[in-house]
């Protein structure tokens, strides 16, 4: 019995036995859990995959908005040299056309009597000018077009041949002093020669002689306004034809209107 108890107990304790280190029998592989293993390396890919392209898009995007920025600036940049170099060029054009004037009215003034101490600016002077000038090409035009507007006025004045005051008068009332007697002059002789003679053969030449009058004054105040009051150089008289044209004709026909009505009635 007891021989047999021990294979007994042999038999049933052999399916439980440990294996050694020796045994080479391969053991069984969890398929659910490789697939676990596999699913989860999928799904990191995956997710490293978009993260990486998200990063892409936004640094491209930022590339760009960049990019738009510095060509923005660079286009501004561009702009404001083109317009400052205009500037500069015109300046020196203005500056040129300036001292030339300058230079012209320097030589009439001494020509004139002026002590050359005054033509020469004074410290105040140039100091206002420097400040004018400080604020780059721009103002630098601003000052030299002002300079030239002076420079005109003042050729007018020193243009106008001993008459500074009426040459700094408006157009209008200074060239009426030059329409105005000569407008007078015809109506007033034939008052007078109607006066001494009546209503004779004198009084009647006079009239007739008169009636072409208007034309010859208003061009003889044509050319006396372009005497008096030449323009600055490279400007054009200013004649104010139609108001010269007015004065002429008005007192010519009233008068000669006035006469031949005393005469008729005589």
């Known amino acids: 019995m007891t021989r047999g108890g021990a294979r007994t107990t042999a038999g049933r304790s052999a399916p439980g036995r440990q294996r050694s280190g020796a045994d080479t029998t391969p053991e069984r592989t969890d398929p659910a859990g490789q ?6 390396a999928d799904t990191a890919g995956q997710a490293g995959t978009v993260g990486d392209a998200d990063a892409v898009t936004a640094a491209w995007t930022e590339y760009l908005a960049a990019a738009r920025q510095l060509d923005g600036v660079r286009r501004d940049a561009a702009t404001a040299a083109g317009e400052q170099a ?6 020196r054009e203005e500056l040129t056309a300036v001292r030339t004037r300058l230079a012209s009215q320097e030589a009439r003034l001494r020509e004139r009597g002026v002590p050359p101490i005054s033509l020469v600016p004074t410290p105040p002077e140039l100091t206002e000018a420097a400040r004018a000038m400080a604020g780059g090409p721009a103002a630098v035009l601003a000052a030299l077009r002002a300079a030239r507007g002076r420079a005109d006025a003042a050729d007018a004045t020193l243009s106008a041949r001993g008459l500074p005051r009426l040459a700094a008068w408006p157009p209008h009332l200074r ?3 030059v329409y105005g007697p000569l407008a007078l002059l015809v109506p007033a002789i034939q008052v007078a020669l109607f006066v ?3 209503t004779g053969a004198a009084s009647v030449a006079a009239l007739v002689c008169g009636l072409p009058m208007p034309a010859v004054a208003f061009a003889a105040g ?3 306004v372009g005497r008096l009051f030449p323009p600055p150089e490279g400007g054009r008289v200013t004649r104010t034809a139609r108001l010269g044209a007015l004065v002429c004709l008005v007192p010519a026909v009233l ?8 005469m008729l009635a005589g």
């Open 255 to 262: 008068v000669s209107a006035g006469l031949l009505l005393a």
């Open 175 to 177: 060239n009426l002093l």
């Open 222 to 224: 044509w050319i006396g």
């Open 86 to 91: 205009r500037s500069v060029q015109a300046a």
């Open 35 to 40: 697939a676990g293993t596999v699913g989860q």
């Open 196 to 198: 001494a003679t009546g």
